[in-house]
C-alpha cells in the first residue's frame, strides 16, 4: 500500500469521526452518514423570504436589461473621442458638435 492511500484513508476515518461526535441525528443514505436538521429551523427559513420592494426590483431589472446597451454607447462616444481627437489630431471640443460628425458623413458617403 502507497503513501497517498494511507494518507487518504486517514482522512477519511479522521472526518468520519468528526461526524460521529455530533450530537445531532443522523440518517444513513446509501454510504454515508448525513446529519439531519431540525425540521423547524427549514420551515422558519422558508416561511420568510425577504424580497425587495417594488421600485427596487423594478429598478434592478431595467438595468440588467440596458447593461449591454449602456455599454455599447459608451464605447462609441468614447471610440469616437479617441479617434477623432488622438488619431485625427482634431479639437476636442469640435467631437461633441453635430456639424463635425455630418461632414465626415458626406465625405464618406457622398458621390464623387
Do not use: C
Not at 452518514?33 to 425540521?39: D, I
Amino acid at each position: 500500500m502507497n503513501r497517498e492511500s494511507q494518507e487518504g484513508r486517514r482522512t477519511t476515518e479522521s472526518l468520519r469521526h468528526s461526524v460521529e461526535d455530533t450530537d445531532q441525528p443522523k440518517v444513513r443514505r446509501g454510504m454515508s452518514e448525513v446529519s439531519e436538521e431540525p425540521s423547524s429551523a427549514k420551515k422558519t427559513e422558508e416561511a420568510t423570504p425577504k424580497r425587495l420592494p417594488l421600485v427596487v426590483r423594478i429598478l434592478l431589472w431595467i438595468l440588467r436589461k440596458s447593461i449591454v446597451p449602456l455599454l455599447l454607447v459608451l464605447a462609441l462616444v468614447g471610440g469616437a473621442f479617441l479617434g477623432y481627437v488622438l488619431l485625427g489630431e482634431g479639437d476636442s471640443s469640435d467631437v461633441w458638435k453635430w456639424e463635425t460628425w455630418r461632414h465626415l458623413y458626406d465625405l464618406i458617403f457622398l458621390d464623387s
